[in-house]
């Protein structure tokens, strides 16, 4: 049975969850919701994420929200032998440092500077540019030299990275750092469901 995927295209975090979903074979049932529309307030769907938002799974009725977690139950149940969420402790701690760095602290500065100008068509403010700013530090020296976010192989960190990073060159070209650029190009050869940078 299909699983059931609350999406909004818009959505960097339903993003990862689709090309993830995808790169592992996953078979999922894309829902569309109205996001603007006020779709993640009913009842119902609070009843499945109470954090309103997108993207919600439903798995034969199992419902998980927040992407990484997502992620990580996604290559646990279905892909528990791949690399994108290696078994070793130690690598796997690596995969968990990026992600959970993606989403306390780059998506979140990201989100600071960009919602304003997406959401309320005014400019973000300095303060919000010098977080963000520090932040694709952060990345850049956290990709160095390795090929992928966590070493030789893509994982989930590279995915949920990959499905914001797009977002970040499209507002803020000028902070676009070019280390990221052959990463992303890595990475979006072997997931092309991953958005295309502009
Ligand atoms: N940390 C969450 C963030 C999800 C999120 O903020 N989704 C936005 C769209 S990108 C949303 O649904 N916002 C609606 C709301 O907060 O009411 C995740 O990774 O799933």
Not at 20 to 48: C, H, M, P, Q
Not at 141 to 163: C, P, R, V, Y
Not at 186 to 194: F, G, H, I, K, N
């Amino acid at each position: 049975m299909p699983l059931d995927l609350y999406y909004h295209p818009i959505s960097p975090p339903s993003k990862a969850v689709l090309a993830t979903a995808k790169y592992l074979n996953i078979s999922i049932n894309v829902k569309e919701v109205d996001l603007f529309g006020g779709e993640t307030r009913t009842s119902e769907y609070l009843k499945l994420n109470p954090s309103h938002t997108v993207p919600t799974l439903v798995d034969n009725g199992f419902a998980m929200f927040e992407s990484r977690a997502i992620l990580q139950y996604l290559a646990n149940k279905y892909a528990p032998d791949n690399t994108i969420y290696p078994k070793n402790p130690e690598a796997r701690a690596q995969v968990d440092k990026i992600l959970f760095f993606d989403a306390s602290s780059y998506y979140a500065s990201l989100s600071k500077a960009f919602i304003p100008i997406l959401i309320f068509k005014k400019e973000a403010s300095k303060e919000a540019l010098d977080e963000l700013a520090e932040k694709i530090s952060i990345l850049e020296s956290l990709l160095g030299e390795q090929k992928f976010f966590a070493g030789e192989n893509i994982t989930l960190a590279d995915i949920s990275l990959g499905a914001s990073v797009p977002v970040m060159k499209m507002f803020f070209k000028d902070m676009w750092p070019k280390k990221l650029e052959s990463w992303y190009i890595r990475l979006s050869e072997s997931v092309p469901q991953l958005p295309e940078l502009k």
